[in-house]
């Protein structure tokens, strides 16, 4: 195998990694002014770290007034990563929109709580369908958007 061979590969490894950490946290558009990140699998801080860029510049060009964080396909969390997504929310509310929290299921549940991390104001609501309702009661988050 000849090195430009060798450095294609390894091209196409690393486009096929960053895709899977997309598909692993999908930033999805499900109202106006409402997007959802359906998190999935196990969080480490290279997903997280990539995460947060893509979500920042996805609120900005949205104008977004809410996230919710969908933890319903987390296989675990650990506190690192717990307070890496308290960290988010805080980014997130700084730019204007606020945050919620849904499908905490039993393992995540316990982890928040043995680990004690601080959720910092983040609302927790049991599913996605009742976030999403909530914040299209809502209307904009606080009756404004930073821009």
Not at 29 to 58: C, S
Not at 99 to 105: F, M, P
Not at 110 to 127: D, F, H, M, R
Request: aromatic letters at 4%.
């Amino acid at each position: 195998m000849s090195k430009q061979e060798l450095y294609g590969r390894i091209d196409t490894i690393e486009e096929q990694r960053a895709a899977i950490q997309r598909l692993s946290a999908p930033i999805i558009d499900v109202w106006e002014g409402v997007v959802t990140v359906p998190l999935i699998g196990a969080l480490d801080n290279a997903r997280m770290d990539e995460l947060r860029e893509r979500l920042l510049t996805a609120i900005h060009d949205a104008r977004s007034r809410w996230v919710i964080f969908d933890l319903t396909g987390l296989a675990e969390l650990d506190a690192e990563c717990g307070r890496a997504i308290v960290g988010l929310a805080n980014a997130i509310r700084l730019m204007g929109a606020q945050c919620l929290l849904t499908g905490i299921g039993e393992h995540v549940a316990q982890a928040l709580a043995s680990t004690e991390v601080a959720l910092g104001g983040l609302s927790a609501i049991s599913t996605l369908k009742e976030g999403l309702r909530y914040c299209m009661s809502r209307g904009p988050a606080d009756g404004r958007r930073h821009g």
